[in-house]
């Protein structure tokens, strides 16, 4: 059946740089299962390296999704600074108050049964089912000079704080640039 899916949200496939690591990344380029009950949260938090990913809800209850762009990731980093929480690791569930305060825009809905959620690079996300449900989920990296750069970004930020990327992002740049005609010019010299 995710044969079905277009390409670029495949968990495998020529134009997704996680097909390019080399190896198993559990939940990232294989597909993962999330068994909730109500009322079950997912934390604040990007994605690994700030990569895309795909949620498909199996059902039978809805999930209610927030999400916040990449853009604002360092405010709300300071939101977690400020009550002693960090960011990376740490469990943080953002008041949703503060955000508007900030003039942080929110984008909050229900994600049914058989409805997919795509989480486009670095976007902030936390996630609550307001039901029984089981979904699937996976990573995807398209070939784009945004995602490249997103993920490279984070790799070098985790760095600083000491956090280990689960990505290699140097191995997968060496794998595309020596398997894959890249025809995004930003991204052809990104890699170069």
Not at 42 to 48: F, L, R, V
Not at 50 to 70: K, L, Q, R, T
Not at 141 to 149: D, M, S
């Amino acid at each position: 059946e995710l044969l079905k899916l277009p390409a670029f949200m495949r968990v495998s496939s020529t134009g997704n740089m996680l097909s390019h690591v080399g190896h198993t990344i559990l939940g990232m380029n294989t597909v993962q299962l999330y068994m909730k009950v109500p009322g079950s949260r997912t934390p604040g938090h990007q994605e690994n390296n700030n990569f895309c990913s795909v949620n498909i809800n199996i059902g039978p209850g809805d999930c209610e999704w927030f999400a916040v762009h990449e853009h604002y990731w360092e405010t709300i980093s300071a939101f977690c600074d400020r009550h002693g929480v960090d960011y990376l690791t740490g469990s943080w569930w953002p008041i949703l108050e503060d955000l508007y305060r900030s003039n942080i825009p929110v984008y909050r809905f229900v994600q049914r049964p058989g409805d997919l959620v795509w989480i486009n690079a670095g976007t902030v996300h936390w996630v609550q089912a307001t039901g029984w449900c089981n979904n699937i989920a996976w990573n995807v990296g398209p070939l784009t000079a945004y995602q490249y750069q997103l993920a490279l970004e984070r790799y070098e930020w985790n760095e600083v704080k000491n956090v280990k990327s689960i990505v290699p992002m140097i191995h997968v740049s060496w794998n595309v640039a020596r398997t894959v005609k890249i025809s995004d010019p930003d991204l052809y010299k990104m890699i170069k």
